[in-house]
T-cell receptor
Framework: GAGVSQSPSNKVTEKGKDVELRCDPI?????LYWYRQSLGQGLEFLIY????????KSGLPSDRFSAERTGGSVSTLTIQRTQQEDSAVYLC??????????????FGSGTQLSVL | DAKTTQPNSMESNEEEPVHLPCNHS???????IHWYRQLPSQGPEYVIH???SNVNNRMASLAIAEDRKSSTLILHRATLRDAAVYYC???????????????FGTGTLLAVQP
């Protein structure tokens, strides 16, 4: 596709359930990023992928959060045993190489996660 | 990462120019200045970036102070569609292995009045 695609656009789950959020980056982009944005807050970095490896996981808030990327393309962010404080918009972005300070990041529209 | 400071909010009238300031007094010589904006219910979108010289593109202009400790994003004629949160972010060169991530601050909420 032409842009970064995220699915689902909305997800409602019950506390304690696991959820998976998907990101399809722009074709050919080797760098992929996950962010989250809680209501009325700024964007919080979660994890960065270079190809299929994640050299920076420093933003993952707890061990309930994990992410993987396969084939240097699609990425899945998994949240286990969801809590109400996990409710937020989860945003994915990609960039061409992740190596230059002049690179543009392209963001998807996000997944709105609501934990009841 | 070097920090940026922006006003929390600004107002503009439609079809008038808007100057959005950003202070980054601890910027290093290799930091690029990036601007992104986030329209309601959307992900951020790239606006413009620069290193030392002023930059123009179809969306906006970026004026960078000579000492690089501040910059200004200029929207030449604001439209209602420009109402968004504008983020000024510094990005450092990635010398192998370091994350080339954007660290977002709280940004400036721009309101455009008709």
């Amino acid at each position: 596709g032409a842009g970064v695609s995220q699915s689902p656009s909305n997800k409602v789950t019950e506390k304690g359930k696991d959820v998976e959020l998907r990101c399809d980056p722009i074709s050919g982009h080797t760098a992929l990023y996950w962010y989250r944005q809680s209501l009325g807050q700024g964007l919080e970095f979660l994890i960065y992928f270079q190809g299929n490896s994640a050299p920076d996981k420093s933003g993952l808030p707890s061990d309930r959060f994990s992410a993987e990327r396969t084939g240097g393309s699609v990425s899945t962010l998994t949240i286990q045993r969801t809590q109400q404080e996990d409710s937020a918009v989860y945003l994915c972005a990609s960039s061409l190489s992740g190596q230059g300070a002049f690179e543009k990041l392209f963001f998807g529209s996000g997944t709105q996660l609501s934990v009841l | 990462d070097a920090k940026t400071t922006q006003p929390n909010s600004m107002e503009s009238n439609e079809e008038e120019p808007v100057h959005l300031p950003c202070n980054h007094s601890t910027i290093s010589g290799t930091d690029y200045i990036h601007w992104y904006r986030q329209l309601p219910s959307q992900g951020p979108e790239y606006v413009i970036h620069g290193l030392t010289s002023n930059v123009n593109n179809r969306m906006a202009s970026l004026a960078i102070a000579e000492d690089r400790k501040s910059s200004t994003l200029i929207l030449h004629r604001a439209t209602l569609r420009d109402a968004a949160v504008y983020y000024c972010i510094l990005m450092s060169m990635n010398y192998g292995g370091a994350t080339n991530k954007l660290i977002f601050g709280t940004g400036t909420l721009l309101a455009v009045q008709p």
